[in-house]
């Protein structure tokens, strides 16, 4: 299973970015959860957000609650983070991820994208 995030890039603070990653190499049944987490420099992983196979139910960090949007589209096994409002301390590189049990902790995902680095310039 590969995954490969894409779509970061540097951007002024008060701008948008939209980052995609797609799943290759097994499809994905409807048990499995895909979300993102990032990391700053300096800064341990953490948890960004998370959406369950149907889209139906998705979670976020408070950091990023009503600022980034999480979907997907399972026809194309991929999902998306739509990030607004994007501010300097969303700067980090950005990790999808895909798990059976897909919470908020690193451990719940079984796997990984290398990542793709946001910087918000302000």
């Known amino acids: 299973v590969q995954l490969q995030a894409s779509g970061g890039g540097l951007v002024q603070a008060g701008g948008s970015l939209r980052l995609s990653c797609a799943a290759s190499g097994r499809t994905f049944s409807h048990s499995y959860v895909m979300g993102w987490f990032r990391q700053a420099p300096g800064k341990e992983r953490e948890f960004v957000s998370a959406i369950n196979w149907s889209g139906g139910s998705t979670y976020y960090a408070d950091s990023v609650k009503g600022r980034f949007t999480i979907s997907r589209d399972n026809a194309k096994n991929t999902e998306y983070l739509q990030m607004n409002s994007l501010k300097p301390e969303d700067t980090a590189v950005y990790y999808c991820?895909?798990?059976?049990?897909?919470?908020?902790?690193?451990?719940?995902?079984?796997?990984w994208g290398r990542g793709t680095l946001v910087t918000v310039s302000s």
């Open positions: 991820a895909v798990g059976v049990q897909g919470g908020t902790t690193e451990s719940t995902y079984d796997y």
